[in-house]
C-alpha cells in the first residue's frame, strides 16, 4: 500500500506564506495538490511530473509553485500571498489514470491532508 504523508499545513493571516510538503513511499510520475473547503467539490491544485513538467489551477498559478525532491520522493507546494479563500484541507495523491491531471477521481493513492487556514 503507498503511503502519503503530507505536513506543513497551519494558520497564517492574509499575504502570508506556507510551504507545503507529501513524501510517498512510493513514486509515480505525475504527483499533484488538491485542496477542498467545506462544503466545496475537490478541486485541483497542481501536479508535477518526475521529468519536471508542471501543471497549475489557472486561478492559482503565479501565487503557488510546485516542486519536487525526486531522491526523497518529496514534493513541495509553496504558497504565497495566501487569501482567506484558499482556506482549505490539501491533500497529495499520486497514480494518476488517464491525463487529466486535475480530475481527482483518477489518482489512486491520497494523502491524509493537512489543514491550510487563512484568516483576513
Known amino acids: 500500500q503507498v503511503q502519503l504523508v503530507e505536513s506543513g499545513g497551519g494558520s497564517v493571516q492574509a499575504g502570508g506564506s506556507l510551504r507545503l510538503s507529501c513524501t510517498t513511499s512510493d513514486r509515480y510520475d505525475h504527483m499533484a495538490w488538491f485542496r477542498q473547503a467545506p462544503g466545496k467539490e475537490r478541486e485541483g491544485v497542481a501536479a508535477i511530473q518526475i521529468r519536471g513538467n508542471t501543471y497549475y489551477a489557472d486561478s492559482l498559478r503565479g501565487r503557488f509553485t510546485i516542486s519536487q525532491d525526486n531522491p526523497k520522493n518529496t514534493v513541495f507546494l509553496q504558497m504565497d500571498n495566501l487569501k482567506p479563500e484558499d482556506t482549505a484541507m490539501y491533500y497529495c495523491?499520486?497514480?494518476?489514470?488517464?491525463?487529466?491531471?486535475?480530475?481527482?477521481?483518477?489518482?489512486?493513492?491520497w494523502g491524509q491532508g493537512t489543514q491550510v487556514t487563512v484568516s483576513s
Open positions: 495523491a499520486t497514480l494518476l489514470s488517464g491525463n487529466s491531471w486535475s480530475v481527482s477521481t483518477a489518482y489512486r493513492y
